[in-house]
Every structure is written in C-alpha cells, then in structure tokens.
C-alpha cells in the first residue's frame, strides 16, 4: 500500500477519534448545542445502527460488512491509477471506516454529532468518519468515470 494513503488515512482516523472524544466529554447523550441556529447543532447520540438507522441492533453483522468493506477497498488500492485524490480518496475511505469499526468493536455504537437541518429538512446525525466515507466514495466515482480505476490504463472513457 502506498505509504501516503496509510499516513493520510491514519490522520483521518486519529481526527475522526479525537472529534468524538471531545464530544463525548463535553456533551451528555441527546445534549444539543446550537452552532448556527436552525441549520448546524453539535447533537451527541449513540448510533446501534448504519446510515439511516437501518440494521439498528445489528452489530455483529455491521462489523461483518464494514471488516468486508475494508478489505475490499484495501485490495483495489493498487488497481486504481496512483494520483492525489486517489490516495486522499483511499484515505478518507480507509480512515472513515477504521473510526466507525473502532466505536463499533469497543463501544458497540458509533457516537454521532453533527447535525443539519438543511431547508427544513433535519438531516440524520453522523460523524466525521460518515463524512470521510462519503467524500472517499465520491472521489472514487469521479476517478472510475475518469477511467482511472486501472492502473495500466492510462486514458478517460
């Protein structure tokens, strides 16, 4: 593995830790604090489940897909074209990941807190990790719609 996405990915995680830390230690569960009002609250609950509260009190077979998760991600590092926002794409999917198994595996929640109420809409509360993985993704769909997802390749589609 490129020793950039693992240094990068270790700060995501060691951010990711460190947020929920700080969260946890100055806000009680269900505590809410407004940061902008009506659009941004710092709002600490214990998540059971995934995205959306689906496979809520599943935790086993939530390690299970996020442990398959990982290793799948780790195993096309290497077929994708080597370049900045494919190393911080890995990155932020492998350090998202880690953060969200480590709560999962120690704590059996993951500890959510940011929360957006975007044009009436309350956004369901998640973590930085959340917001890792979801970046991480993105930026892997641009380098396969580039055509980048082989690392041989060397043109767009």
Known sequence: MNK???IYASIILFL??????????YLSINDSFPVIKNFFHITYINNYGAAFG??????????IFTLLAFFIIYRYINTF????????????LLGGILGN???RLFLGYIRDFLDFNIFGYNFP??????SFIFLGAILL?????KGEDNANSSKSR
Do not use: M, T
Request: charged share 20%; hydrophobic share 55%.
């Open 125 to 130: 509360v998640f973590n930085l990790g959340d």
């Open 4 to 6: 950039k996405i693992l």
């Open 101 to 103: 198994l480590i709560d």
């Open 141 to 145: 769909i641009i380098a396969i719609y």
């Open 54 to 63: 689906i496979l809520n009190n599943k935790l086993w077979l939530l390690i």
């Open 16 to 25: 990711d830790q460190i947020s929920k830390i700080l969260v946890d230690l």
């Open 81 to 92: 074209k080597i370049n900045k926002r494919n190393e911080i794409a890995f990155s932020f």
